[in-house]
């Protein structure tokens, strides 16, 4: 695509990661007999849901998908703050909650290509670490898209405190929005 510069109605923006910052997205969960960074199956679903419809209207319309993933998880604000953890612990722990974003992230970029290529959609996957989903998205928004996709954020128990990024997105802008459950 060297040379071809791409307006709004050509590309299509696909959010992903936005769930893995909450309590139904990466969580520790026994297994056997240790603890392992699990992601929800819920999570899961739906994410898979938002790439299924982003990549079936890319298709029909013949538009690129810009996948954004978002790499948090709300593990690190655990590791933070934990008063029983030393510190050495601490750094362990956070490195290891990392680096299992990090290969997930890489898990689910794989997962895109393929199915991307297999399709013969145009894919470009944006990864970025951050503790502000919804800035991120509404910063990536403003770019300018056709349409953009996301898997439906569960409902917060106080919803006055945290806002979901997709009421942050319907807030600040005017671009068509396809929560996907």
Do not use: W
């Not at 996957?125 to 509404?138: G, K, L, M």
């Not at 770019?143 to 917060?156: A, H, L, T």
């Amino acid at each position: 695509m060297d040379g071809v510069v791409l307006t709004m109605a050509d590309r299509i923006l696909l959010l992903l990661g936005l769930s893995d910052a909450e309590g139904d997205g990466i969580a520790i969960e026994k297994t056997s007999d240790r603890r392992d960074v699990k992601v929800n199956s819920e999570t899961k679903r739906r994410e898979e849901s938002a790439v299924e419809k982003a990549f079936t209207y890319a298709e029909s319309e013949s538009k690129t998908v810009i996948a954004l993933q978002i790499l948090n998880s709300d593990l690190y604000h655990y590791g933070h703050t934990d008063l029983l953890l030393p510190g050495p612990g601490k750094k362990r722990f956070l490195n290891y909650v990392r680096d299992e974003l990090l290969i997930r992230g890489l898990e689910r970029e794989k997962m895109l290509r393929e199915r991307a290529q297999k399709r013969g959609i145009s894919l470009e996957v944006r990864s970025i670490e951050s503790q502000d989903p919804a800035s991120i998205a509404v910063e990536e928004a403003k770019n300018g898209y056709d349409m953009i996709f996301f898997p439906k954020e569960k409902k917060r128990r106080f919803p006055i405190l945290k806002k979901t990024v997709e009421e942050h997105l319907r807030k600040e802008i005017s671009i068509p929005l396809v929560p996907c459950e």
